[in-house]
T-cell receptor, first 108, second 112 residues
Framework: AQRVTQPEKLLSVFKGAPVELKCNYS??????LFWYVQYSRQRLQLLLR??SRESIKGFTADLNKGETSFHLKKPFAQEEDSAMYYC??????????FGTGTRLTIIP | DAGVTQSPTHLIKTRGQHVTLRCSPI?????VSWYQQVLGQGPQFIFQ???????GRGNFPDRFSARQFPNYSSELNVNALLLGDSALYLC???????????FGQGTRLTVV
């Protein structure tokens, strides 16, 4: 079955510390991979897309096909990074399958 | 650009009733998708429409239906509401039907 797993519901990190939000998936093919973010009282918005290989707000995400993971990383956390983060995959059918999300809290 | 707009913002309905949710995509976007997000979960795909035709349907009962109009706006209809239909309903638009989606603020539906 095609599945997206975000193992951490909650993650707290001190300001200035590195951040890693985990995302694992089960799929034998090559999905399109996304990270979406939802800041407090704002709509869900695209943070980054694997295919574009961009770094947005200092975040990067590396695809590890062997481990079927797409973890989101940032070297130095900032207070404004506190938000809900969702990993989402397109398994080739142009619909997004979301993980359950990780709430990231940056401790000042 | 106003982005994807959804109406109403909040809605309270009684079990057994019918509800219609509305979505206007970003100007120029021809595809609209609907997602249901229950508390504590990620959004779950319900429907995708592109150029007024259904392109995909998620694992939802036939009580859920949708359509897309010539101006690319869309409606999601839910019949015979159940308590379990209480959720945030998200609409997303994309230019050509791909999976890179731009989301609206959502409609919070409460079924009592």
């Amino acid at each position: 079955a095609q599945r997206v797993t975000q193992p951490e519901k909650l993650l707290s990190v001190f300001k200035g510390a590195p951040v890693e939000l985990k995302c694992n998936y089960s799929y034998s093919g090559s999905p399109e991979l996304f990270w979406y973010v939802q800041y407090s009282r704002q709509r869900l918005q695209l943070l980054l897309r694997h295919i574009s290989r961009e770094s947005i707000k200092g975040f990067t995400a590396d695809l590890n096909k062997g481990e079927t993971s797409f973890h989101l990383k940032k070297p130095f956390a900032q207070e404004e990074d506190s938000a809900m983060y969702y990993c989402a995959l397109d398994f080739g059918n142009e619909k997004l399958t979301f993980g359950t999300g990780t709430r990231l809290t940056i401790i000042p | 650009d106003a982005g994807v707009t959804q109406s109403p913002t909040h809605l309270i309905k009684t079990r057994g009733q019918h509800v219609t949710l509305r979505c206007s995509p970003i100007s120029g976007h021809k595809s609209v998708s609907w997602y249901q997000q229950v508390l504590g979960q990620g959004p779950q795909f319900i429907f995708q429409y592109y150029e007024k035709e259904e392109r995909g349907r998620g694992n939802f009962p036939d009580r859920f239906s949708a359509r897309q109009f010539p101006n690319y706006s869309s409606e999601l209809n839910v019949n015979a509401l159940l308590l379990g239909d209480s959720a945030l309903y998200l609409c997303a638009s994309s230019p050509y039907g791909g999976s890179e989606a731009f989301f609206g603020q959502g409609t919070r539906l409460t079924v009592v």
